[in-house]
């Protein structure tokens, strides 16, 4: 089959891979849709050691099943892969499982390929009426609506009368802005320093979007979401948050700096950090997805695999204006 590999960093070949065989109680997928992620980018650029080289990257797959009693189903993917029975998987934390695995990571291979395989227990299937472009935007948004029901959690408070930020305006912090709205906040905006990428959200979106350095009312957030997460986003979401409020860190640029600990403790400032969804999470989002609940979902562009490489270059570059690239094998 074909595949875009990694094979060192900022090194992406396009070629010939081994066609992957499904383990029992597992779908071949025939690729027709899969995301450039921020992790994929990580990844291409050598800051990840989870997934060495040579590796084929991506992860927010959709397709077809081939083969089988589903032979043709359309399915979009989850693709944390986990164990069904420890601790965090019986308390529907799964998405914490000590055991888990994920496409694009060893031992499994990715989805910048024309195949790729997955549990059973791993797809959800796609109405008929349902692009497979959008189906893959899945992944990403999930990430988004998990963040904003622990937020919810935390908050613990009517969400028609919050306000929110969300700091980035890729396809994660897009995700969680459509899904705030979702569970009824008004008052959302998004922070994104890209010009050009700030007109695209918002023709696509409706959403309001703007400048970072624009936002200037500090103490003045119930909820900050950063979808970015460098030591600069950190401090602004400490900023922008108001006494008493939340923080929800889902972005993964650099570990350290930027959190302001001392005004964290005196003002009762609830940070969290959260990771990927559960499958319970991806399954609602999918679904919400389908209910057109989460907005027209054409935040996107889409390029052949084989341009992949390029592709993420220009990400690096700054120079695409979606919030996300998606490959076409």
Known sequence: MKALIYTGPQSLAYGEADKPQPGENEHLIKIDSVGICGSDMHAFL???????????????VAGTIEGGDNDGCRVTVNPLVTCGHCQACTSARDNL????????????????????????SNIVHVPNSFSL????????????????????????RDMSNICAIIIGGGA?????????????????NILEPNENRRRFISATTG?????????????????????VGLEQTRKSACKIVMPGGVIAHIGLGS????????????????????????????????????????????WYETRPLSQGAVAFVDILQGTVPASKIILKP
């Not at 050598?46 to 927010?60: F, K, N, T, Y």
Request: with cysteine.
């Open 172 to 188: 994660i912090g897009v995700g969680a802005a459509l899904s705030l709205a979702c569970v009824g906040v008004k008052d959302i």
């Open 46 to 60: 050598g800051h990840d050691d989870r997934r060495p080289a040579p590796l084929i990257l991506g992860h927010e």
């Open 207 to 227: 959403l309001p979007v703007i400048k970072p350095e624009d936002w200037k009312n500090s103490n003045t957030a119930d909820l900050v979401i950063d979808a």
């Open 97 to 120: 499982c000590p055991d888990r695995q994920i496409i694009s990571m060893p031992p499994r291979e990715g989805g910048f390929a024309q195949y790729v395989t997955i549990p059973a």
């Open 255 to 298: 570990p350290e700096g930027g959190l302001d600990i001392r005004r964290m403790t005196l003002q009762e400032i609830t940070f969290f950090g959260t990771y990927t969804y559960t499958a319970e999470d991806f399954r609602a989002t999918a679904e919400a997805m389908f209910q057109n609940k989460l907005g027209s979902l054409d």
């Open 133 to 156: 472009e959008k189906a893959s935007l899945a992944e990403p948004v999930a990430c988004g609506w998990h963040a904003v029901r622990l937020a919810q959690s935390a908050l613990n």
